[in-house]
């Protein structure tokens, strides 16, 4: 009998940074990632079913030791990532958080932060959205855009990145968390499920004195908001 995680990996495939895989030579190609991670790659209210629960992945990542950042609102973590010294973003994300540029420019928000990123024109400078689903490889359910897809060989001019890669798949291995210099996580409560949000939030709260801090007075803020 297929389980939900059986069915996740026929849908996702055991081959996500396997040598033979493109994506693989792009992120080998990184020195400096900084690891971007919305909450909602786990718990969206708009997924049917679940992905494995995050909260493992978690752990691997508070135990890299590197700067952390916890926020309510992913846009937030703009001030961080040009901060980094990195040279590329793995974003961990049921939504791309990338459009497409226009004339006018683009507004800074939840959804485009990542058409503001500093370095995003820089040579060998790469943006990797790895998303839960297939379905969220679509417009207005996952992807940003609102006129022309940004990840295409066309991105440098649909959305100012170099290189832009997508994946539905396994979360990065080790060797790719190695490369991680700075971790922002955004719990975007608005694209969570309430009921399953509470653990990651008590998870978080475990942690460090300063994450603890951080995720109090969001907690105050979320409360606010119902």
């Not at 389980?3 to 040598?19: C, K, L, W």
């Not at 080790?174 to 971790?183: G, Q």
Request: charged share 25%.
């Amino acid at each position: 009998m297929l389980t939900n995680h059986n069915v996740f990996d026929m849908i996702m495939g055991r081959g996500f940074f396997s040598p033979l895989n493109s994506l693989h030579r792009v992120i080998s190609s990184m020195d400096k990632i900084y690891l971007s991670i919305d909450l909602d790659y786990w718990i969206c209210t708009n997924g049917n079913w679940r992905p494995p629960k995050g909260i493992p992945f978690l752990r691997k990542v508070f135990n890299l030791g590197v700067p952390l950042q916890v926020v309510l609102s992913h846009e937030e973590l703009l001030k961080y990532i040009n901060k980094s010294g990195a040279n590329a973003i793995i974003n961990i994300d049921y939504h791309s958080d990338l459009a497409d540029n226009d004339v006018d420019g683009v507004e800074l928000n939840e959804g485009t932060w990542g058409n503001h990123v500093a370095f995003c024109g820089d040579q060998n400078a790469s943006f990797i959205w790895i998303h839960p689903y297939p379905v969220c490889n679509s417009r207005n359910e996952g992807r940003c855009d609102e006129y022309e897809n940004p990840f295409t060989k066309q991105c440098k001019r649909i959305c100012g990145w170099t290189k832009t890669e997508r994946k539905c798949g396994k979360l990065p291995s080790k060797s790719v968390l190695n490369k991680v210099v700075e971790v922002g996580i955004s719990i975007s409560p608005n694209w969570c499920e309430e009921d399953e949000l509470q653990e990651y939030l008590d998870f978080l709260l475990g942690k460090e004195v300063s994450v603890k801090k951080t995720l109090k007075r969001l907690q105050g803020e979320i409360l606010c908001r119902n």
